[in-house]
């Protein structure tokens, strides 16, 4: 299967690379200086950025499955994937490729805290989303905006803090709201969760919240 990569480069999209590749998946990624990926070798890497409408198009040609772990490297206001997601979505109208599974938060919805104590829901709400993580929350929300709008075969998986733990294999996953007590699951988890939505039609056209 050929399998395009955005964001492979991060924390979790080496994690996605590795495990595409030892899949046996032809990969293509995109990168800002493809000799400095560790699997640059293994890989057919598109030299560019994700808001550059050519370099999306050259990284999206010839995809079965597009896997995005694009996402704001810092607090700040970053537009990444404001201008990178809706780029992604028109190569693959444009060219006919379908699947996507996406890498969000659970910022992404206003749901998520549903199933959360009464005190932590009105803390996370109302105090971390809109301060502390205001601008990647409504980062997370356009790219959620993007996806669902789409018309494409989309997953959206939607994790809280990240850590880099092992795996524990042993997740949980809910489609309405973040499992209770939620707090944080390891990139592992989630890399492994996200490459068995390659052919797993279950979440098609979703978002899922996943957990330890």
Sequence with gaps: MNISIFGA???TGKLLTDRCLAAGHRV????????????AGYVETI???????????ETVQGSDVVLTALGARSL????????????IVRSMQEQGVRRIIALGSAGALPNAMDKQ??????????????TLLRWPVASQRAQYAALSTSGLDWTMVMPPMLVNDPA???????PDALPPGASRISRVDVANFMMQQIGNPEWVGKGVYLSW
Excluded: C, H, M
């Design 76 to 87: 700040r206001k970053e537009d990444v994937l404001e201008e990178a997601v809706p780029l």
């Design 47 to 57: 030299q560019g950025d994700a808001k550059d409408p050519r370099a999306v198009r």
């Design 117 to 130: 104590p009464a005190y932590r829901k009105w803390i996370v709400e109302n105090i971390v989303y809109r």
């Design 168 to 174: 524990k294999g042993n997740i949980r996953v809910d």
């Design 9 to 11: 480069t991060g924390a």
């Design 28 to 39: 293509k990624v995109l990168a800002r200086d493809p000799r400095s990926f560790r699997f």
